[in-house]
């Protein structure tokens, strides 16, 4: 059975003889990856996952580890993997996502013909953000660091905080209690992505993804800071589309 409450839809394509899985970063939302669609080819589906604490999720409880993130996202997923797919984390997203994989090849389920980790450390390297999620001011902060247009937002309306807070609070302790237990490299190949002028990470975090395959890996800058998929989505959206047309020609 599907989970649905996790699963964001937007144009939903039945004969569709691809999908991407797409993981929202720390705090988050599933309608983030809403203007891709129209970027994809008519048979690529794209399903984004929406974690619970969020939008229509707002009266679930959050979920507070990347494992239970994981967990949630692979329960939902497992069922739609009858056609060839790729995943794509963003930030705290690549980290779940590459959870949700380990999982998937412990169970001896289909793989990703490719996993994209877009501006996320290595899970080797992983470390806390040194946020304190409790604190509202170093946690706004933090959002204007990184350069979000929700950030942006939660300036300009701070009504918004008590509704948007919460699940970033709660991502951001994901985030910060996570360590990689060590184990098999993905089977699948992997590609890393960083925005140009991202200074959140550290470029050779961002390439030790390459420790964590037994497959392929490729490295990939495009313009901008840690949201740069917010400023150069399309180009963003044809890197992955090429990407997953070569592993599954027509």
Known sequence: ??????????????NARFRLFCLPHAGGVAGGYRPWVDLL????????????????????????SVADLAAGAGTAVADLLSVPYAV????????????????????????????????????SRSRSTGVD??????????IRRLGSAGGASLDAEPRL????????????????????????????????IAGTTDASVERADVKAWRLHTTQ?????????????????????????????TDAVPA
């Open 161 to 192: 905080r008590p509704v948007v807070l919460p699940s970033l609070r709660a991502d951001l302790e994901a985030v910060n209690t996570y360590r990689f237990a060590g184990g098999e490299p993905l089977r699948c190949p992997v590609t890393a």
């Open 216 to 244: 392929a890996f490729e490295y990939h800058e495009l313009p901008g800071g840690h949201f740069y998929l917010e400023e150069s989505t399309a180009e963003l959206v044809s890197l992955v589309v090429s990407t997953i």
């Open 133 to 142: 999620p409790s604190d509202e001011e170093e946690l706004l902060a933090h």
């Open 1 to 14: 059975m599907i989970e649905m409450s996790w699963l964001r839809t937007f144009t939903p394509r039945p």
């Open 88 to 123: 794509f984390g963003h930030s705290m997203g690549a980290t779940v996502a590459f959870e949700m994989i380990r999982s998937f090849q412990k169970a001896g389920a289909r793989l990703p013909v490719r996993m994209f980790a877009s501006a996320r450390t290595a899970p």
């Open 41 to 64: 080819p008519a048979d690529v589906e794209l399903v984004a996952i929406q974690y619970p604490g969020r939008q229509d999720r707002f009266g679930e409880p959050c979920a507070r």
